[in-house]
């Protein structure tokens, strides 16, 4: 059994404060297969101090010494990189496939930033002044358990492009994953108090970080409920703060799409991650005159998604995270059944042949109206609810019907007609026609989805004050 009982402050790494220990299990058999001690209120001031006082010093480090870092960075996450994958499938229950994605998608978040930072101006004439775009301060990075690595490094890399210090409180369900992240940037060797992290839990650390007058800036990525607290507490402190939140992203086929092309890919959206996506496109959209050869295409595609060992490279959906969430997701599954969606595949329980662990069938409920339960909260599970329409108007009226606006996807065989149709959803984010990533481009939610933008220049200017200088000192 592993045990983790250092946290890393001030670029080395200490035993922290805090005493209490949480189990770390292995969602695909159930059994504990480590510790972590985590940190308390006294770890997470010691954590801030380290960073106060390594900000001076490094928000005035150049462009090409925060580039370099974050080279180095890279470079020493991928020499990690089988560990990290070994982790990822261990701990959190990733498939193979999705585990390998994970680790090159987090070390390419600091060649990504580099891009952006080489060529980002931090300095502007704007009419008779001189604009100055300064580091925010010191930052708190709040991080959740599905996708661990990605999200320390991105909002890491981010952080160290602007010339921010941080203090890092990931998920402590993440802590062996963590582990290899912090080991692996540790090699990097960047001054100390750049970046610390303090495992332990939201309501200890995390709302210390949030309370905290010496935090100027929160970036966090969870749950719409998490990130209201964050933001009413950081408003006492004015805090900036940036907030990526939950979704239930709607896939809108229109008449005209390639049915066959285009179902594989809704499936892929809705069951990314093992559904434990916030961006997941879990409501899929379709015409009315054509849902029966929806259902009968989509009975046949799921009859080929495997649910079970993440060891196996045929499997595409793993365990839930933990006990909590393979309960939340049946509880949906019992919900949807209750209030007449008819379930089409999966359903309760476990797939064949499992008699442990948290895997979930992968379900799909029809005839599911955005008045259900299904439609309209997030399950984060691979659950996919399938809704019907009349018109276009309508399918956009249903798509929008969400406090969510994190994600949606358009699919038709006209692409003006399809830029047309995403021009009008409420999203931070449409795809069109088919599975698409760019890490330059801004990502962040519209309504209830969040706050701000992360990636790129977009992500950048989130953790940089612009500073207007008027007149002449000579």
């Not at 090699?187 to 303090?198: I, Q």
């Amino acid at each position: 059994m592993k045990l983790i009982d250092t946290i890393y402050i001030d670029g080395a790494f200490v035993k922290p404060h805090g005493s209490e220990r949480f189990d770390l299990v292995n969602p695909s058999t159930e059994a504990v297969i480590g510790q972590v001690t985590l940190g308390d209120e006294i770890d997470t001031q010691n954590a801030v101090d380290a960073a106060v006082r390594a900000f001076p010093a490094f928000s005035r480090t150049s462009r090409s010494e925060r580039i370099a870092m974050l080279h180095r960075l890279h470079d020493a996450l991928m020499a990690r990189s089988d560990d990290l994958n070994a982790a990822t499938i261990e701990e959190y229950g990733a498939p193979q496939a999705r585990a390998q994605w994970s680790t090159r998608y987090a070390a390419e978040a600091f060649l990504s930033m580099a891009t952006t930072l080489e060529t980002y101006e931090f300095t502007r004439r704007v009419s008779t002044a001189e604009v100055v775009m300064e580091p925010v301060g010191v930052v708190g990075l709040i991080t959740p358990w599905n996708a661990n690595a990605g999200f320390i490094c991105n909002k890491l890399a981010t952080a160290i492009a602007a010339g921010c210090t941080t203090v890092i409180k990931p998920s402590e369900m993440s802590a062996l994953q963590t582990q290899i992240v912090i080991e692996a940037l540790h090699e990097a060797g960047l001054p100390p108090g750049v970046f610390n992290v303090v495992n332990g839990l939201g309501s200890v650390v995390g709302a210390t970080l949030a309370a905290h007058p010496k935090i100027a800036k929160i970036s966090f990525t969870g749950s719409t409920a998490v990130g209201k607290s964050i933001l009413r507490t950081g408003a006492e402190t004015m805090k900036r703060v940036t907030l990526e939140l939950g979704g239930k992203s709607p896939t809108l086929l229109l008449d005209d799409a390639n049915f066959a092309e285009a179902l594989p890919l809704a499936l892929s959206l809705a069951f990314m991650n093992s559904g434990q996506a916030c961006i997941a496109g879990t409501r899929l959209l379709v015409p009315e005159q054509r849902l029966d050869e929806v259902i009968e295409r989509v009975r046949t595609l799921i009859a080929a998604i495997q649910s079970g060992d993440p060891y196996d490279p045929a499997t595409t959906i793993g365990p839930m995270v933990n006990r909590k969430q393979y309960e939340r997701v049946q509880h949906y599954i019992r919900v949807g059944e209750e209030e007449g969606a008819t379930l089409i595949a999966g359903g309760a329980g476990r797939p064949d042949g499992l008699t442990r662990g948290y895997f979930v069938k992968p379900t799909v409920f029809a005839h599911v109206t955005n008045d259900m339960t299904i439609a309209r909260e997030e399950i984060f599970g691979p659950v996919l609810s399938i809704l019907a329409y009349r018109s276009e108007e309508e399918a956009i009226e249903i798509a929008n019907d969400t406090v969510y606006g994190l994600q949606a996807s358009v699919f038709s065989s006209n692409p003006a007609r399809a830029r047309s149709v995403a021009s009008r959803l409420d999203a931070g984010r449409v795809l069109i026609n088919g599975v698409h990533h760019d890490p330059l481009a801004p990502f962040g939610g519209h309504k209830q989805s969040g706050i701000g933008r992360e990636y790129g220049a977009f992500g950048l200017e989130a953790y940089l004050e612009p500073k207007t200088l008027l007149g002449s000192a000579g």
